[in-house]
């Protein structure tokens, strides 16, 4: 800066400065100073530069002051288009960042913001004033080397990364064209110079089968090796129940119990028991004893901790536990002992608990069901199922009965069922897509759904009622702005909701989504409501849970996947042999705090890494079917086109610069695309046949255009 536009900077704020200095606006300090026209630049610079330094600010009403901008920090979040948000913990709302106010900022960088423009009832606006610290160090990408230079570049995966790497040469680890790589930040970049780095790890060539997973595993930082230390510990621990294991516990192996789970499934962490004792019912969730095995602070425990949770993508399992555990004496596997954490409730013909105790527990589980095998029992009266299980099929319907019973209650209590298809990816040995479809949820899945959430409820209200230091899986109602959004919305299509003085209640969110069930328009409302939706988390004060219309609530049934889960079991255990003393209570007050906001980061981390890979794969299945006519469902419009999804779950998008019968124009009231020439309207919910024309496996997108309805063929599904 010049000494005349420092000298300038002094005039201006000694006169903000001024005890008699009226706030006021730009035209009315220009004036006042006696600036001509054709220098208000130049004064608009002065101001500019005073508020980046933090020493004056404009109020809500734009007008100059003198005072300290209000500055925050948060973590920055970028996007692709170069803007951004500022994520303040305990506020609110995100702080926007323009594209020409990010100051070099990364995202998942920690920044200070200064907050520029607070306007009534809008998004706030801020300015990037530095660094804190660096979020991220490291980006995985597609390395491209330039031809005839000693030197490359490396294009992030990561959307929210909008500049590409330089790489010199003596820093590329020997990457060739088309390398899926790791690269170490080295330099930020500033103006005119790009970000720079070093190539740490070759993931493999773009092409080569299991990179496109990997790049992702290794672009979210997920661990998938477990340290040799840890494993040499599960090997240790992970020896038979012996009888001095199960000293001291309640011996149950006589109850007729069985486990439920996926055909795949391999780690059994949860078994079931029902009888019934004239009209009440007794109900056991068996959940496996993992404590017993992963000790506090342990070098298996701290390795847990770190991970947080199992991660489930669409090829593999990245485990929270070595498999010698998760797959083996933690593994509630059928015709063996094993050690148990049991919440054995008894149910009255109204589907509530009036009786309930927590044990330690020695089981024997007697057969391992699949949820189909149970809905074929069920639901289709299959006869050679039902021989083969004789025995068990009258628990079966002693637990379907059960189940409607503890449904219908939480219903009427106004529970919260967001019934989405999950997709379900069937893949070949190359790791390929060769079918996708919808993972329907039935009978079965809906009674072991049923059981979990009442033995979470059970142990969450019990021990809320100890007042001793816990972990509750809480959900906070939703923003009163996003619910009024929604409920303007749904009266496009004539649909109301009542909204208290300060509230919505889950049961309107309930009776809303009971009035759109079987409409076009279902799909839709429903996404958006969830989306209206605070995101549930972990937290050692218990809030209740919006969405379950429940006061209580946590998560004990899989501690082999979660730990949040497994931490409850210590503290649960610690209760039942009497040890919850002065210090021990103190020291779970202690680190419960960081656990929980830990595990809720992991927990996001683990789900963003699942949907990407779930993205990936619908691309890379569609690429194989480019040219496919498909029926599907307008899910969502926009002002630059139609999102369809096909009911395999695969969503895609209609540009409107691809509808070429017509000019057409998006009425945001209506949700409608109309041709202004031939009338022709395309509405929510709409059945269309659509033909695919494109699939970017860098943009995980899917591109669709209109088809002739008599174009069906192979495609359609």
């Excluded at 069920?378 to 503890?406: C, H, T, W």
């Excluded at 997108?701 to 088809?707: G, L």
């Amino acid at each position: 800066m010049d000494k005349a536009f420092e000298k300038r900077k002094k005039v201006v704020y000694d006169l903000l400065c001024d005890e008699l200095y009226v706030p006021m606006k730009f035209k009315e300090l220009a004036m006042l100073l006696q600036v001509p026209k054709e220098q208000r630049k130049e004064l608009k610079e002065v101001l500019k530069s005073l508020e980046e330094e933090g020493k004056i600010h404009q109020t809500k009403k734009g007008k100059y002051r003198k005072g300290e901008a209000k500055h925050l920090t948060g973590v920055y979040q970028g996007h692709q288009r170069g803007f951004g948000f500022v994520a303040v913990e305990g506020e609110e709302t995100d702080i926007f960042v323009g594209e020409d106010d990010t100051n070099g900022a990364f995202n998942g960088d920690t920044v200070e913001v200064a907050i520029t423009k607070e306007p009534d009832g809008k998004r706030r606006e801020g300015k990037v004033i530095r660094v804190v610290s660096r979020g991220v160090t490291r980006l995985v990408g597609l390395y491209q080397m330039k031809q005839g230079k000693n030197y490359g570049f490396v294009i992030p995966d990561n959307q929210r990364f909008i500049q590409d790497i330089f790489i010199p040469e003596e820093k590329s680890k020997g990457a060739v064209d088309g390398h899926k790589v790791v690269v170490e930040l080295t330099f930020y970049g500033e103006p005119g110079r790009k970000p720079e780095g070093k190539i740490v790890e070759i993931i493999g060539h773009v092409n080569d089968p299991g990179t496109d997973i990997m790049s992702i595993v290794k672009g979210y930082d997920l661990p998938v090796e477990f340290p040799e230390k840890v494993l040499n510990q599960a090997e240790r621990t992970a020896k038979p129940v012996s009888e001095a294991d199960m000293a001291g516990r309640k011996d149950i192996r006589d109850w007729q119990m069985v486990t439920i789970d996926g055909e795949d499934a391999k780690d059994l962490d949860d078994a079931v028991s029902v009888i019934k004792e004239g009209e009440s019912y007794i109900l056991g969730v068996h959940i496996a004893d993992v404590t017993n095995y992963v000790q506090e602070n342990s070098a298996l425990d701290r390795e847990a901790l770190k991970r947080g949770t199992s991660v489930y993508l669409v090829d593999r399992v990245i485990p929270m536990l070595p498999h010698t555990l998760s797959n083996g004496i933690c593994s509630l596997n059928a015709g063996e002992d094993r050690l148990a954490l049991s919440c054995i409730m008894r149910i009255d013909g109204k589907g509530l608990v009036v009786d309930h105790e927590i044990a330690e527990t020695v089981i024997h589980v007697d057969e391992r069901m699949s949820y189909t095998s149970v809905r074929k029992i069920l639901a289709d009266k299959d006869e050679e199922e039902i021989g083969r299980y004789r025995n068990l099929v009258p628990m079966f319907q002693r637990m379907q009965e059960l189940s409607a019973l503890l449904r219908k209650r939480r219903q009427k209590r106004g529970s919260i069922d967001f019934d989405f298809p999950e997709t379900k990816m069937m893949l070949d040995e190359q790791g390929k897509p060769v079918d996708i479809k919808p993972y329907e949820r039935n009978v079965a899945t809906k009674i072991i759904e049923d059981f979990m959430l009442l033995a979470n409820e059970t142990v969450a209200e019990d021990y809320y009622w100890k007042e001793l230091p816990f972990v509750y899986r809480t959900h906070e109602a939703p923003d009163d702005e996003k619910i009024r959004a929604l409920a303007t919305f749904i009266n496009n299509f004539g649909y109301s909701m009542h909204i208290g003085a300060n509230e919505v209640r889950p049961k309107e969110v309930q009776k809303l989504l009971a009035k759109v069930e079987g409409s076009p328009e279902e799909a839709l409302i429903s996404r958006l409501a969830l989306r209206s939706m605070k995101q549930a988390r972990y937290t050692p004060d218990n809030s209740g849970h919006f969405g379950l219309a429940a006061g209580y609530y946590t998560h004990f049934t899989s501690p082999i996947r979660r730990y949040p889960d497994l931490q409850i079991h210590r503290i649960i255990k610690d209760s039942l042999r009497g040890r919850m003393d002065g210090e021990k209570t103190e020291h779970y007050r202690k680190i419960l705090p960081e656990v929980t906001k830990h595990a809720s980061e992991m927990e996001r981390r683990a789900d963003e890494a699942e949907r990407e890979t779930i993205k990936l794969k619908k691309v890379e299945y569609m690429e194989e079917h480019l040219g496919e006519v498909y029926e599907g469902v307008i899910s969502s419009i926009t002002k630059w086109g139609m999102y369809i999804e096909l009911p395999n779950t695969i969503e895609g998008l209609v540009h409107v610069a691809n509808m070429t019968d017509d000019h057409y124009e998006y009425y945001e009231s209506r949700y409608e695309m109309a041709g202004i020439h031939k009338g022709k309207v395309f509405k929510l919910g709409q059945r269309i046949s659509v033909r695919v024309t494109g699939a970017d496996r860098l943009m995980r997108t899917i591109d669709f255009e209109i088809a002739d309805e008599g174009e069906m063929g192979d495609g359609e599904e």
